[in-house]
């Protein structure tokens, strides 16, 4: 019974780690595809919060869900953090391994989630 369940067990792990390869092979091969779509939305933008939230929905497409948000909405500090916490939400990975999203949204996501976050930062100096 012990061996049966041992047996499964690595049957069971030795799939995921298979996967797991699968996935890293197919996330460097679009890398260099997305890496060059994600640098082309970002450029002139990095650190600049505003920017980045109000044209969001050129990077993450049309099937993400995501509600494009005007400049003229983010004005005030505190629409900036309204919309930078919905815009994490809806990049975070965990939150898309959640929504079971594709490897290509996995990872243009990831990026964007930095760039996010490093402009939050920026932001929050400036803002004090």
């Not at 916490?85 to 959640?98: E, G, M, Y």
């Amino acid at each position: 019974m012990t061996v049966e369940r041992a047996a499964k067990a690595l049957a069971e792990k030795n799939m995921r780690d298979l996967l797991a390869q699968k996935e890293q092979a197919e996330r460097n091969r679009l890398a260099e595809t997305l890496d060059a779509d994600v640098k082309r939305w970002s450029s002139g933008k990095e650190g600049n919060l505003r920017a980045l939230l109000s044209t969001l929905h050129y990077i993450l497409g049309p099937d993400s869900g995501w509600q494009p948000i005007s400049l003229t909405d983010i004005i005030t500090t505190n629409a900036v953090k309204k919309a930078y916490r919905k815009a994490t939400l809806q990049v975070h990975p965990d939150k898309l391994q959640q929504r079971g999203a594709s490897i290509q949204q996995k990872y243009i996501c990831e990026k964007v989630f930095d760039l996010l976050k490093a402009a939050w930062n920026r932001f929050n100096s400036e803002e004090r």
